[in-house]
Nanobody
């Protein structure tokens, strides 16, 4: 199983970035994909979840209305569109997969997830 994040970079406040989590070795029909972020010295924060059973999504309050998560089935990827970025969004963003066939798994904590990507840096400057 492999999860690979891409699309990170540096933007100014108010800008946008699109992150991709490309998966191999598992089916996006059976696994929920969570997006997390972490700043050195701080606890990892859950940002969003994409559920395979009903394509439902779930967001933390800190990103609701600004971030959108979706699935790109053709590329076996889950996309995190980040708009109206703020300096406090600066972090390493990682995606993670959890078995979730036929269920809804709105977990914004790391423990329930089985597989993790390496992460991609997002930097928002003021």
């Amino acid at each position: 199983v492999q999860l690979v994040e891409s699309g990170g970079g540096s933007v100014q406040t108010g800008g946008s970035l699109t992150l991709s989590c490309t998966v191999s070795g598992l089916s996006l029909d059976d696994y929920a994909i969570g997006w997390f972020r972490q700043v050195p010295g701080k606890v990892r924060e859950g940002v969003s979840v994409f559920n395979p059973s009903d394509a439902s999504t779930y967001y933390s309050d800190s990103v609701k209305g600004r971030f959108t998560v979706s699935r790109d089935s053709a590329k076996s990827a889950v996309i995190l569109q980040m708009n109206s970025l703020k300096p406090e969004d600066t972090a390493v963003y990682s995606c993670a997969a959890r078995w979730c066939k036929g269920a809804v798994c709105n977990y914004l904590i790391p423990d329930p997830y089985h597989y993790w990507g390496q992460g991609t840096q997002v930097t928002v400057s003021s």
